[in-house]
């Protein structure tokens, strides 16, 4: 089992920026690829980003709608997994959830996750 804790949500203005934590306990961290998932009221839960390691090297890929502003990152020691929010927009108003799998390829696929937190709730105002 891996739990799974989310933190650093809140309101900001547009153009702000905000960093998301997910801590992990449990089972080994650093073999998990590490996603961020966002759910707007009324709509389906959307891949936003993931990282995932080979040996020291990350790697990440992310949703086309947040390339160039968002940036995940982890550092294992600590089983952690961060999502820098920059340039935001109201548009990126949902709850953001981490989630970890196994899985190695295919990872903005939601049904491959294994794990999931409770969500936090990031709000960007106009």
């Known amino acids: 089992q891996v739990q799974l804790v989310e933190s650093g949500g809140g309101l900001v203005q547009a153009g702000g920026s905000l960093r998301l934590s997910c801590v992990a306990s449990?089972?080994?961290?650093?073999?998990?690829?590490m996603g961020w998932f966002r759910q707007a009221p009324g709509k389906e839960r959307d891949f936003v980003a993931v990282i995932w390691s080979r040996g020291s090297t990350h790697y990440a890929d992310y949703a086309n709608s947040v390339k160039g502003r968002f940036s995940i990152s982890r550092d294992n020691a600590k089983n952690t997994v961060y999502l820098q929010m920059n340039s935001l927009k109201p548009e990126d108003t949902a709850v953001y959830y981490c989630?970890?799998?196994?899985?190695?390829?295919?990872?903005?696929?939601?049904?491959?996750?294994?794990?999931w937190g409770q969500g936090t709730q990031v709000t960007v105002s106009s």
């Open positions: 989630a970890a799998t196994n899985y190695v390829s295919e990872l903005n696929r939601r049904a491959l996750y294994d794990y």
């Open positions: 449990g089972r080994t961290f650093s073999g998990y690829a």
